[in-house]
């Protein structure tokens, strides 16, 4: 049987990170090639350690770990990518919290997902660079559910299995997609969705994210979109997210100044 490396070379996302012990941090990494794991930064508290710059949350990283006896050990750590715009705002930064937390709640530790690592990678540039970050966050949040397998069903009845018509439908939270307006009344789990709504879900589901930047969405909508989403992925995580509160404070501080 081959033995495990002692050591080993990743590229990672910082998703958070805490303090251990007197200098240490304890980091939750999300990495291209073993999904998501912890390691311990020695030092990194330290003023003059060279680790700290490069182990921030949301920071891409290419990383040395040595393996430890209960959690990898960065031995070298060197920032790719900093994403340092996210921090120039509170609601900037609100949105990047959310999307690595929904991706650290979602996920488990030791569970290879490159499809997954690419789409956190390439939402946090996205959001750095100043993209519309709510259309930016909606496509993250339907392909994240790709990639978990809760796809949602949004062309036809889960219960009738009648075609979606061009008119207003329900969302079932507990089913995982439209019910009819015959059917959407009999679910108690099911939400009222529009068809302006539901057409732009459809059309993140299918599109790449240069078709998806592109759509003209009024504020309802944006609104009902957001709700949405938010009850769908509270029922699958069966928690709220603290991103959540803390963005929707920041936006609202915004938009009072």
Known sequence: ??????????????????????????????????GKLRAIAKGARKPRSRKAGHIEPFTCVSLQLAKGRSLHIVSQAEAKDSHDT????????????????????????????????????HTLKRLSRKDNSEIVVRYYEIRLLDFLGFRPQLQKCLNCEKEVQAQDQYFSTQQGGVLCPDCGPIDQAAHPISMDALKYLRHFQRSSYSDASRAKIKKSVRLELETLMDHYLTYLLERQLNSTRFLRRMRKVAEEE
């Open 1 to 34: 049987m081959p033995r495990t490396p002692r050591s080993q070379r990743v590229e990672a996302i910082v998703l958070k990170h805490s303090d251990f012990g007197e200098a240490d941090r304890l980091l939750t990494l999300y990495s291209r090639e073993q």
């Open 86 to 121: 996210l921090s120039e705002d509170l609601v900037s930064l609100g949105y990047a919290s959310y999307v690595v937390e929904l991706l650290d709640k979602f996920t488990f530790d030791g569970e290879e997902n490159r499809g997954l690592y690419r789409l956190l990678r």
